[in-house]
């Protein structure tokens, strides 16, 4: 089973950048995406990336977010730009063989164990 491991989480102000990484050990899954989990709340898809090209986005974060990979780095990335603090959760990288569609929970089963995004006002 794949190990996946987040980190590049932590507190900004609203306005501020992140890159959070995932580095995989072993790469590539047709499906590498990435989700968030706020308190009380269920894990929902930010970005997804298919077959190392197609992109896809949530409503909430396109335009802002960025996901992008590095094969020979077996490294998914997330560049999150104008953070606001509802986008404040512990974000989780996905790998996935088939997903459909891409931003679907319950097509990931692999997990990472997360890292957190807090984003003050």
């Known amino acids: 089973q794949v190990q996946l491991v987040e980190s590049g989480g932590g507190s900004v102000q609203a306005g501020g950048s992140l890159r959070l990484s995932c580095t995989a050990s072993?790469?590539?899954?047709?499906?590498m995406g990435w989700f968030r989990q706020a308190p009380g709340k269920e894990r929902e898809g930010v970005a997804a990336?298919?077959?190392?090209?197609?992109?896809f986005y949530s409503n909430s974060v396109e335009g802002r977010f960025t996901i992008s990979q590095d094969n020979a780095k077996n490294t998914l990335y997330l560049q999150m730009n104008s953070l606001k603090p509802e986008d404040s959760a512990m974000y989780y990288c996905?790998?996935?063989?088939?997903?459909?569609?891409?931003?679907?929970?319950?097509?990931?089963?692999?997990w990472g164990q997360g890292t957190q995004v807090t984003v003050s006002s």
């Open positions: 990336i298919l077959g190392g090209s197609g992109t």
């Open positions: 072993r790469y590539p899954y047709s499906c």
């Open positions: 996905g790998a996935a063989n088939m997903c459909v569609p891409p931003l679907a929970r319950g097509a990931y089963k692999n």
